[in-house]
């Protein structure tokens, strides 16, 4: 993409071709596009099934979770103003990686969840479980991504409150990672565009 700029006098009138010109600049910085929405409050000491804290590499540690217990963390995900509006699904992902020596077998990673909007509007719902696609470490250390194929959540909107609990389910057959998945970062990707909203509070509009 090309921009070309010129300068303006004062007192100036712009044509109708450069008007439009300009309007297209203003929809190129109105584009959409993704972004991660951080889980904050991510807590692992509050359960009975807490992840174990121990040495990942060197002398940093993180939370691990066993391959013979469903250990779990819980944490939320708010809503910022930058979400597209008529957004219907978010796509929550684990980051997350092995120190065996030879990694082997699947991590089935789960999360559990409600949200509500805020503002009075809503009570939060019943919990649903995504199911996030079985995913393999490639090798020792690896930086690894399990993303969901996609979870559905009505009247997504500014200040809504998405409530989870994030586990590594062990139950499942389709787990069979040896040894702990250290879990480094839960968080979600989102659709956004780059405009703010008018308001505070609902309802929410858009700057034009």
């Not at 002398?59 to 691990?64: D, L, S, Y």
């Not at 805020?118 to 995504?130: E, K, N, R, S, Y």
Request: glycine fraction near 8%.
């Amino acid at each position: 993409m090309t921009f070309y700029a010129r300068s303006v006098s004062d007192g100036e009138v712009l044509g109708q071709s450069e008007l439009a010109a300009i309007e297209a600049g203003f929809d190129t910085v109105k584009g959409t596009g993704w972004e991660d929405y951080l889980v904050a409050n991510l807590d692992f000491n509050k359960s009975t099934d807490s992840p174990i804290f121990k040495t990942f590499i060197g002398g940093i540690m993180k939370f691990a979770f066993p391959d013979n217990a469903v250990k779990e963390g819980h944490g939320d995900c708010h809503i910022l103003h930058t979400i597209k509006e008529g957004t219907l699904t978010v796509y929550p992902h684990f980051h997350w990686s092995s120190n065996e020596a030879t990694p082997s077998g699947n991590v089935a990673w789960k999360v559990e969840c409600t949200s509500a909007r805020g503002h009075g509007q809503d009570a939060f719902h019943a919990p649903i479980v995504d199911v996030i696609p079985p995913q393999a470490c490639t090798a020792q250390y690896q930086h690894m991504v399990a993303e969901s194929t996609g979870l559905a959540i009505s009247n997504i909107e500014p200040d809504m409150e998405i409530l989870i609990r994030v586990y590594r389910d062990t139950a499942d057959a389709a787990d069979t990672l040896v040894g702990d998945a250290f879990l480094l970062r839960v968080d979600f990707h989102v659709e956004v565009d780059s405009r703010p909203t008018h308001e505070k509070v609902n309802p929410f509009t858009k700057v034009v």
